[in-house]
């Protein structure tokens, strides 16, 4: 055990599967870096050096750095998942699945459907999303709820470094093809990690805190700003429970309305954008399932129906806040019914 | 091609005002006052410029991420882009779109690209609206050497060709993509790739004014006269890393250095219009001057535009909703 950043432990993952399993191989652009070029190998280890000194290791072999051609390398990471191989192939940012969807939803997605149970295929797609870098409306999206959509993808959200390294142990391990979405603004964010391999099975919540006042569903970063909001309510002797799904397929629907059966009170805290995402399918499942339980109307703190703005003013003010979080809280508190 | 007295003049400013937009960009981010992802064109202004400056407000470019150049060739206001690198309200994309989505249509330039292979189809729009409305206009395509290996360009040089569409392909190989060699990572001659698909295509110096000002005049001419698309392949180098921030560990030693010094497209063309007395040392000297002025200039107005209000965010996603 020792302190980790989100980033060293994603790293860390990949390193201990491509030691224990041979047909683990990574793929994407400058995932090493240098190929070709007169100065240092291995130069980027992919846009935050998450991969950086796994070539060294396992060889430009196992560790493909591509042209730019998200469509083919995607497609012949699927392609080798269905032929034996277990590709964790990296999007830069998942902007890009606008290049690669088809192999993406049409192909890895349906194979095992389409042929009747009688094909496998253990791909891993690790991709970059959010806001927060002042990347503007093409490198800043939260594009999970459109992956969750799909039917034959498993979908992850680590929430911080002890998350990050369990389940992407656990995405490589699994025969399914499964994405997982790492939030740029977290790879520095640092805790304690175990320096053994671990997994963190799909589709079981972690409660974060635990409270009887309110429940509050969150998903990646912002698991983090609603444990803030939390802390900070618990001052004033509120109690929440905060619940990160993990996954958001499978969904731990069954955490999700234990705990509204307790509370009665669901703020869902989204940064995907507001329409047919996370916070929607929740509220619908609440709706349906847990009704009775509700004492007040869920809110749902999601960004506004807009793409991500460049400025620092208005990306800020895109972004859902603690200061959101908080005043939804206190809203389904206070209300009456 | 011969060109006058002022279309000289007028290659020079424009080829000093990118080099002293980026020179001055690179420190302005050092400083951690610009926010966002830059990358930075210093090095390859005589493939913009050479391109844009037989080009017309009726003609349309597509950029990349690597973009301010070509805005810069195609005559978009220097102060309101670098009002947009600091978000302001008041930049040319009013602080919503930064450094890699900086655009101006109403000088036919259609943005840098924050998707690498995002221009060509873009540019066959273009090229289709021009032909459909009988503008007479050309619609170029900027793609770097990583961006020519994405399925989209490959497809657009198709449908260019099928659609005879007045499109050129502008290659510029700088001979990396990131990290990444150009020679490592392209299949194939750029050239020969090109010619696959029945369009000519033609190499050119990229740090030579003239030789990229000779071929796109002729790819240029070519496409508005009907004679449908071809491509150019520039080659060129870039004097910063891929990004603000990127070490550039991957390039040789002393690389940058030598380019700097031997690999200069603005002392090239400096020396050769001076040597052969086509401007006068003065005349040359006098534009560095204003572009210094210039760049000083959109720097302090830029550090006090007024910025955007959190409002904003909700402005513009629709004309009508
Ligand atoms: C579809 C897509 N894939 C990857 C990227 C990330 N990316 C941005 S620039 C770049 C390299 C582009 O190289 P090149 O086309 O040679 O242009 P240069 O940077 O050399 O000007 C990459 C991989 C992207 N923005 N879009
Ligand atoms: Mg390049």
Known sequence: ?337 | MQLSRDQLLRAYRDMATIRAFEERVHVEFAAGVLPGFVHLYAGEEASAVGVCMNLGDGDVIASTHRGHGHCIAKGCDVKAMMKELYGSVEGLCRGKGGSMHIADLSRGMLGANGIVGGGPPLICGAALSAKVMKTGGVAVAFVGDGGSNQGTTLESFNLARVWELPAVFVIEDNGYAESTASSWAVGGDQLKRAEGFGLPARRVDGHDFFDVHDAAGEAITRARSGGGPSLLHVVLDRYYSHFEGDAGTYRGPGEVDRLRAEKDCLKRFRKRVIESALLGKDQVDTIDREVAALIETSVREARTAAKPSAADVLTDVYLSY
């Open chain 1, 1 to 337: 055990m020792s302190r980790k950043t989100y980033r060293q432990a994603v790293s860390e993952a990949l390193r201990h599967e491509m030691r224990r399993d041979l047909r683990v191989v990574i793929m994407g652009e400058d995932v090493s870096g240098g190929l070709g070029a007169p100065g240092e190998q291995d130069a980027w280890g992919g846009p935050q050096g998450v991969t950086k000194g796994l070539m060294p290791e396992f060889g430009r072999g196992r560790v493909l750095d591509t042209p730019i051609s998200e469509s083919a390398f995607i497609g012949a990471a699927a392609g080798a998942a269905a032929t034996g191989l277990r590709p964790v192939a990296e999007l830069m940012f998942v902007d890009f699945m606008g290049v690669c969807f088809d192999q993406i939803f049409n192909q890895a997605a349906k194979f095992r459907y389409m042929f009747g149970g009688r094909a496998v295929t253990p791909l891993v797609i690790r991709t970059q999303y959010g806001a927060g870098l002042r990347a503007a409306s093409q490198h800043s999206q939260s594009l999970y709820p459109i992956f969750t959509h799909i039917p034959g993808l498993k979908v992850v959200l680590p929430s911080s470094a002890y998350e990050a390294k369990g389940l992407l142990i656990q995405a490589i391990r699994d025969d399914d093809p499964v994405v997982f979405f790492e939030h740029k603004a977290l790879y520095d964010d640092e805790e304690e990690v175990p320096d053994e391999a671990y997994t963190i099975p799909f589709g079981e919540a972690n409660l974060t805190r635990e409270g009887s006042d309110a429940t509050i569903v969150a998903f990646g970063r912002m698991v983090k700003f609603a444990n803030q909001v939390a802390d900070s309510l618990e001052q004033d002797g509120i109690g929440c429970t905060v619940i990160d799904p993990r996954t958001t397929s499978p969904l731990d629907s069954d955490a999700i309305l234990d705990s509204v059966a307790e509370t009665g009170r669901l703020v869902v805290v989204d940064e995907a954008s507001p329409r047919c995402n996370m916070a929607t399918d929740i509220a619908a499942l609440v709706a349906e399932h847990a009704f009775g339980a509700l004492k007040a109307p869920v809110r749902m703190i999601t960004p506004p129906h807009t793409p991500v703005p460049f400025a620092p003013e208005l990306e800020d003010a895109y972004i859902p806040s603690p200061a959101r979080i908080e005043e939804a809280v206190r809203g389904v508190l206070a209300a009456k019914r």
